[in-house]
């Protein structure tokens, strides 16, 4: 609707029908004529529903988007379901599901959230991440996201395709680019370039993008306060001069903060796995250690401490781990009692634990 004021007035009809809906396309159309941006068309009452009828439905709705709602066991829900269609289970869910300011992308974003949520390493989430990106932004023809750890060392931990990581990879190399600038701790929101056949900003990486045929570029700086350990960027190229001036910036910002928590969160699970996996390490590197030294002082009538000084200065000499040599002699004592024959005790040295 379009009133004197100028201002545009979008809209959503709720039609509730009831009994036989046979005949009623002439009726609809006259309720629709202020043309909604969407129609919800709610079905729990209907007595009566065929493929026919659902068919009247979205020609009554013309150009307005045709949204469905039926009770759970509701006459109209099977020949829905049938026709492959969403269903609401009532109009207030399917009004809510038009609040979703994501529009149509809406669904996605939320399926996404949960595939995040669920992924069980760091490289699966960020997979998922630029996967969504190619599926939502289809101006890209490539996308990969690039961290940049404290080290100062970068790294592209997933992309669409392994183009992608070369374009990346010579980002590195050079000191120059869209995801190295973009990927920088205090970078701007986008860093991006229309055309890389005049990018001034970047002399060295630019041409040599240009040549392979790739001419707009788009980074989104990874920005989050809960990222501590490292920044990053997710990176879209295309084969198109300003191929990307199109692309939604507020999708992009959405989605590089889904790899920016995500990554976070899962990172920090990575670290509690990692530090565990470590902890039973140094307890599994005892144990062999105690059995070591057991076997030791039992066969040579020493001490605890005397038997792991034996144990140390062995290993050093035979330049084998401790934990090695530990468990190797826990395993085969029998025959290894040869090595430890020649190592003589020196008491008077530092125990080294």
Not at 22 to 37: K, N, S
Not at 47 to 65: I, P, Y
């Amino acid at each position: 609707m379009e009133p004197e004021t100028g201002v545009t007035i979008e809209h959503s009809a709720v039609v509730r029908l009831s009994g036989d809906p046979t005949g009623a396309g002439a009726e609809l159309a006259g309720v629709l004529a202020a043309a909604p941006r969407s129609v919800i068309f709610e079905l729990s009452g209907l007595t009566a529903f065929s493929a026919e009828d659902l068919t009247m439905l979205r020609e009554s709705a013309g150009a307005a988007r045709a949204v469905f709602a039926c009770r759970p066991g509701g006459v109209a829900r099977r020949v829905l379901a049938d026709a492959g269609l969403p269903v609401a289970d009532s109009a207030v869910a399917a009004l809510a599901g038009e609040d979703d300011p994501l529009g149509p992308c809406g669904s996605e974003f939320r399926s996404l959230t949960e595939l995040l949520l669920a992924a069980p390493t760091v490289g699966a989430v960020l997979q998922l991440v630029v996967d969504a990106t190619a599926s939502l932004v289809p101006e890209a023809d490539l996308v990969s996201i690039t961290l940049l750890a404290p080290d100062g060392r970068f790294h592209t931990a997933a992309y669409t395709d392994p183009a992608a990581a070369d374009l990346d990879r010579l980002q590195y190399e050079l000191g120059e680019g869209p995801c190295h600038d973009a990927a920088q701790p205090d970078s701007a929101e986008f860093v991006e370039c229309a055309d890389l056949r005049a990018a001034p900003m970047w002399p060295d990486w630019a041409p040599a993008a240009a040549g392979d045929g790739w001419r707009s570029v788009l980074a989104t700086a990874l920005a989050d306060e809960a990222l501590t350990r490292f920044s990053g960027a997710l990176n879209l190229y295309s084969r198109s001069p300003g191929g990307l001036a199109g692309a939604d910036r507020d999708i992009l910002l959405l989605l590089a903060s889904h790899a920016a928590l995500a990554v976070a969160g899962t990172d920090a699970l990575t670290r509690d796995e990692l530090h565990q996996a470590q902890l039973r390490t140094a307890l599994d590197s005892r144990d062999v250690i105690g059995q070591a030294k057991g076997i030791i002082m039992a066969r040579r009538g020493l001490d605890a401490d005397e038997a792991f000084d034996l144990l140390r200065r062995t290993s050093q000499e035979l330049n084998v781990k401790l934990v090695h040599l530990a468990g190797t002699l826990a395993e085969r004592h029998g025959e290894l009692d040869g090595e430890l024959d020649g190592a003589e005790l020196a008491p008077d040295e530092p125990d080294p634990v």
